[in-house]
């Protein structure tokens, strides 16, 4: 005696997996309950929500050496302009967004700065957000990524070794240069290498001189300025005095281009650990953060 059941058929859910979803970075295909990009890492919620949104958000690069302050830079940015009410604000899009900002603020309410971004592409904070300014007709949806310098530079020194860092640097409408003033000051050229192997990797991706990165708004950042008070006196000139050949390069390639001095930390100390010490911040005091990002965005909209 047998025993007889109706089971249904459920292999019409296959259909789905048959349509693939093009991620927003790379544009290769993936499934449609994909959580990062099978081929770049970047995360499947950008594509879904500039497809529900039926919006295509500008992408923003901030690079810079390792141990330059993106990270720092970043998360204090978007708390700020998330929490005032005139000038600009930032709404994050999507919970993944805010990652960076908590893990930022976390870090320096107690008294450290946040760990050093992996350069796995997988653990990489994307934030996907929308800029509003009175100045502007409508609101900018925007992506900007927190990207590991040593990972941007393996990509310069050996192309195309990070798909997502290639993709996304040719679709983007502007970029932010982070430099360490401090270290520029001690005349450590590491910074200025950096920045110029940057600039010449974009040029090189893309030089029309029209569309291409000659003609497109790049900010020269120069962070921890709060050790070094004369950056924010003249910021363009103390680049042109500390990072000579970075001077000469911008002016020579780059139609739109302008300094900042930025800085997070009034006062910073060393916190002996097992096997050295580690630099803390004793008080925050962020000065510079939100005008390079605004004239930046100033720039993408005109």
């Known amino acids: 005696m047998s025993k007889r059941s109706v089971l249904p058929m459920e292999s019409y859910r296959l259909a789905q997996y048959a349509v693939q979803v093009p991620c927003y970075i790379c544009e290769g295909g993936n499934s449609f309950d994909a959580e990062l990009c099978r081929h770049c890492c970047a995360p499947m919620a950008l594509a879904h929500q500039a497809n529900a949104q039926k919006v295509h958000p500008k992408m923003v690069a901030i690079v810079g050496s390792s141990g330059s302050g993106k990270t720092v830079y970043l998360g204090m940015l978007t708390d700020m302009l998330s929490r005032q009410s005139d000038r600009m604000q930032l709404l994050a899009r999507g919970a993944f967004s805010i990652t960076l900002q908590q893990t930022t603020v976390g870090?320096?309410?107690?008294?450290?700065?946040?760990?050093?971004t992996p350069n796995e592409a997988d653990r990489w904070c994307w934030m996907h957000c929308q800029v509003q300014s009175p100045r502007f007709k409508k609101p900018i949806e925007m992506i900007v990524p927190d990207v590991a310098g040593e990972a941007i530079l393996h990509e310069i020194d050996?192309?195309?070794?990070?798909?997502?860092?290639?993709?996304?640097?040719s679709k983007c409408c502007g970029a932010m240069v982070l430099l360490d003033a401090v270290q520029l000051e001690s005349s450590e050229q590491t910074q200025d290498f950096f920045a110029m192997k940057i600039l010449s990797y974009?040029?090189?991706?893309?030089?029309?001189?029209?569309?291409?990165?000659?003609?497109?708004?790049?900010?020269?950042?120069?962070?921890?300025?709060?050790?070094?008070?004369?950056?924010?006196?003249?910021p363009a000139h103390y680049a042109q005095t500390h990072s000579s050949g970075l001077w000469r390069l911008s002016q020579e390639r780059l139609t739109r281009r302008r300094y900042f001095a930025s800085g997070v930390a009034g006062a910073c100390a060393y916190r002996p650990e097992l096997g050295g010490?580690?630099?803390?911040?004793?008080?925050?005091?962020?000065?510079?953060?939100?005008?390079?990002?605004?004239?930046?965005i100033d720039q993408v909209v005109r």
């Open 107 to 116: 870090a320096l309410v107690r008294s450290e700065f946040p760990d050093k």
């Open 158 to 169: 050996h192309p195309r070794s990070y798909p997502a860092l290639r993709s996304f640097f």
């Open 202 to 234: 974009l040029c090189e991706l893309d030089g029309d001189k029209k569309k291409g990165w000659p003609a497109r708004p790049v900010a020269f950042v120069l962070t921890k300025a709060d050790q070094c008070e004369e950056c924010f006196n003249d």
């Open 277 to 296: 010490r580690v630099q803390v911040p004793l008080r925050i005091e962020p000065r510079g953060i939100i005008e390079p990002f605004e004239w930046l």
